[in-house]
């Protein structure tokens, strides 16, 4: 079963941020209840996979200045029929900043997210159902903006306040300190 795959990440997301439950157990019932889940084509809602994008000394995250939706945000997209939604995050990352050495941290889920999409030309609105996962630049940092971007940057974590008060950027911030304490 190809949901199999992001069920077990959930679990295993939950032993280790118990206090999330309430977030998982929606994305875990909008799993189960929907085959088609990792397709745009589902109207009410999809998977969408997306990096935190750190630099290599863990100081600093990409965000992008999303065209469509006018804010300061973490590289990811649709998956589009995948079910491998670190690779959706890897694939989304290196479109969006042109950063051609990127490894993932870990292969477990960093952070999930549910919000809102506004309604825009014949798309209704509808939830993305977004699974983060900890990435890190390995290479050059010289980035390149996409069409789907008004810009990038890379954003030391304590002026990231100054970019956004997005709840969830600013409770990834605090995961990768956390991180960081058991490097």
């Given at each position: 079963?190809?949901?199999?795959?992001?069920?077990?990440?959930?679990?295993?997301?939950?032993?280790?941020?118990?206090?999330?439950?309430?977030?998982?157990?929606?994305?875990?019932?909008?799993?189960?209840?929907?085959?088609?889940?990792?397709?745009?084509?589902?109207?009410?809602?999809?998977?969408?996979?997306?990096?935190?994008?750190?630099?290599?000394?863990?100081?600093?995250?990409?965000?992008?200045?999303?065209?469509?939706?006018?804010?300061?945000?973490?590289?990811?997209?649709?998956?589009?029929?995948?079910?491998?939604?670190?690779?959706?995050?890897?694939?989304?990352?290196?479109?969006?900043?042109?950063?051609?050495?990127?490894?993932?941290?870990?292969?477990?889920?960093?952070?999930?997210?549910?919000?809102?999409?506004?309604?825009?030309?014949?798309?209704?609105?509808?939830?993305?159902?977004?699974?983060?996962?900890?990435?890190r630049s390995v290479g050059s940092d010289q980035y390149t903006v996409s069409e789907?971007?008004?810009?990038?940057?890379?954003i030391l974590l304590s002026d990231m306040a100054s970019y956004t008060s997005e709840?969830?950027?600013?409770?990834?911030?605090?995961?990768?300190?956390?991180?960081?304490?058991?490097?």
């Amino acid at each position: 079963m190809h949901r199999n795959n992001i069920l077990a990440k959930l679990d295993s997301y939950l032993k280790k941020f118990p206090d999330e439950q309430e977030t998982v157990n929606q994305m875990v019932s909008f799993v189960e209840a929907n085959k088609d889940c990792f397709e745009r084509t589902l109207s009410i809602g999809h998977i969408t996979g997306s990096a935190w994008l750190m630099d290599e000394n863990y100081e600093r995250a990409l965000l992008t200045h999303h065209r469509k939706l006018d804010r300061w945000l973490q590289p990811g997209g649709h998956a589009d029929g995948q079910s491998n939604v670190l690779a959706v995050a890897m694939r989304e990352s290196e479109e969006e900043s042109g950063l051609a050495e990127i490894e993932p941290v870990s292969d477990s889920l960093f952070d999930i997210d549910i919000h809102l999409i506004p309604a825009r030309g014949n798309e209704a609105e509808h939830f993305h159902y977004d699974c983060r996962f900890l990435l890190r630049s390995v290479g050059s940092d010289q980035y390149t903006v996409s069409e789907e971007s008004d810009d990038l940057a890379w954003i030391l974590l304590s002026d990231m306040a100054s970019y956004t008060s997005e709840v969830s950027i600013t409770r990834m911030v605090d995961k990768v300190r956390s991180y960081l304490t058991y490097l």
